[in-house]
């Protein structure tokens, strides 16, 4: 499955951002949960995929042309792209030295217009900009291209994808970004760039009558968009946060792909923003649409505040296949390439993680690590390189199915800064988090009821606090520590085996946030007693750097 994030603000200027619909938000939160295709240009981390379902098919009489650019064109013209760039150095700097490669293919449907305008190709990822132009305007409708994808001439495509599209004020129109890691094996290869749809959406909202001081599921009807019912159950954690564990049951499955529901919350008229890190889409058991989200009780007190149920609405559907035809070509790029094959631990006397090879391109530098272990993540979270005097900060993509240990980090390139094999570059590592397996001995849980009941446990010589409490016929068991140093635990499981019953997440953790509390349900719990174990647990050194140089 292809990685697709959206992005449909109309975002004028850093300082100026129309916050709806937050689609950045909500898809790097599903990510984040493991919902979305392969992560990248943006950090989240998540394993699971999910092709997204196809729509009402639209008849059209007309055929699509197939366009074809016979040679590869650079391109003379400037386009201003507002910030769509923004934090892509790399292809910016590839644009102001007339790297692009003019394409200048559109296909127009039903008042429509997709254009592509400038390709950016080197050995590290093909970028592709775009522009979409609708006939219809109408206020609070926005439009999105639905899944782009990139196939060479054997059918084969990047797991790695990325679409970004932004309003463009000036110019009435959406400026569109495509990322995909595929890139030519040879100078120029002829590919196949195809959207599924071009679709416009609005937004609405719909009351919901929550009582946020109780801790029971509460379920509120919600008949529109394919969606029946809502669930919310309110958690209060540590005091000062509000977790709402949400679930959205559909009557029309296919409507998933496009409502993103999300709980807003208000306070005397104002919107107050949920806290960084929930998410949004993990599939329930039955194939409920799961949502958590974490909000600073201050900010959210009961009697004061309102709820809504935000979620958007498929308003036109142009179906596709939106097809072009290219040759591209990475021959500009290649003399400003060096790829430099690495054997190095990412630590001294590390034999679990070794930095493997370091690809420098005009637009970007990537690094790879290989990972081998049985969770395979780098064990430290925050990531630079320092390039010749400059720090250079990095994201990282998720591994390829068939890599599944190798990780990749990618720092953009600065369009002054030179990199020669003579440049200094050094890799640091900060903040590390290490994964424990070695507490295996259960822990007893006894008179299991709706009384919450505590047990403190030393776990890896940290003071862990265990509560176990049933809510109707739900057991839920937590974790925490006073101690910051102690990770948390990930998950747990009851009983071992084939009898093995597994915790469901409540909270929403990642590694390295700071955050060491954990919730796990266990749905239609019978009994009084369990013996509960843990998977794993993880502890925090964030003073922890490693420096590794790659050249000279």
């Known amino acids: 499955m292809k990685k697709l994030e959206i992005m449909l603000e109309r975002q004028l200027n850093e300082e100026d951002t129309v916050n709806y619909p937050d689609f950045e938000g909500m898809w790097s939160r599903m990510e984040q949960s493991g919902h979305t295709a392969p992560a990248g240009i943006n950090t989240a981390v998540g394993t699971g995929m999910y092709r997204r379902g196809k729509w009402r098919k639209v008849t059209f009489a007309a055929s699509l042309s197939v366009l074809l650019a016979a040679a590869p064109v650079y391109a003379a013209i400037q386009y201003d792209w507002g910030n769509l760039l923004h934090g892509k150095e790399g292809v910016q700097a590839a644009l102001e030295q007339n790297l692009g490669q003019q394409l200048g293919q559109s296909v127009t449907r039903e008042g429509v217009t997709l254009t592509l305008r400038t390709a950016i190709v080197d050995d590290n990822r093909t970028v592709i900009l775009y522009s979409l132009e609708a006939a219809d305007q109408a206020e609070g409708r926005f439009w999105n291209v639905q899944e782009l994808s990139l196939k060479d001439e054997q059918g084969n495509s990047s797991e790695g994808e990325y679409t970004y599209l932004q309003w463009d004020e000036v110019n009435n129109r959406y400026n569109g970004y495509f990322e995909s890691d595929w890139t030519p094996q040879k100078s120029e290869a002829r590919v196949t760039l195809t959207a599924t749809a071009v679709q416009s959406f609005s937004q609405t909202q ?199 240990k190798l990780m990749t980090l990618r720092f953009e390139r600065p369009a002054e800064l030179e990199v020669t094999p003579e440049t200094p570059v050094t890799f640091v590592g900060s903040y590390k988090v290490t994964v424990h397996e070695d507490d295996k001995t259960p822990l007893q849980l006894t008179s299991i009821s709706a009384q919450k009941q505590t047990i403190m446990r030393s776990t890896g010589g940290y003071p862990v606090k265990w509560t176990y409490y049933m809510e109707g016929n739900d057991l839920f068991v937590e974790t925490e520590s006073e101690d910051a140093r102690f990770g948390g635990v990930n998950q747990t499981h009851i009983n071992l085996g084939k009898d093995r019953i597994i915790g469901r997440p409540v909270t929403v953790n990642f590694n390295g946030d700071g955050n060491n509390r954990a919730i796990d349900v266990y749905k239609d719990f019978q009994g009084t007693e369990a013996s509960i174990y843990m998977f794993h647990y993880t502890t925090d050194e964030p003073e922890r750097e490693t420096r590794v140089q790659l050249q000279p």
């Open 206 to 404: 719909v009351d919901i009558p929550l009582d946020s001081r109780s801790q029971a599921i509460q379920s509120f009807p919600v008949g529109q968009e394919g969606m029946e019912k809502l669930e919310i159950q309110p958690f209060i954690q540590s005091g000062d946060k509000l977790l709402l564990s949400s679930a959205v049951t559909f009557t029309r499955p296919e409507a998933k792909d496009w409502t993103f529901p999300e709980i807003i919350a208000y306070r005397n008229g104002t919107e107050v923003r949920s806290l960084p890190g929930g998410t949004y889409g993990t599939p329930g058991d039955n194939g409920e649409y799961t949502m958590k989200q974490t909000f600073k009780t201050a900010e959210v007190p009961a009697g004061e505040t309102v709820y809504k149920l935000q979620y958007t609405r498929l308003e036109q559907d142009i179906t596709g296949p939106w097809v072009f035809d290219l040759q591209l070509s990475k021959q500009q790029m290649e003399s400003g390439t060096v790829k430099t094959a690495l054997d190095l631990p990412l630590e001294p006397g590390d034999t679990v993680n070794t930095i493997e090879n370091m690809i420098v391109t005009p637009t970007q530098i990537r690094v790879s690590i290989r990972v081998n272990a049985k969770y395979p993540q780098i064990p430290y979270y925050k990531y630079a390189l320092e390039v010749g005097g400059r720090t250079l900060e990095g994201s990282q993509y998720r591994s390829p199915k068939d890599e599944p």
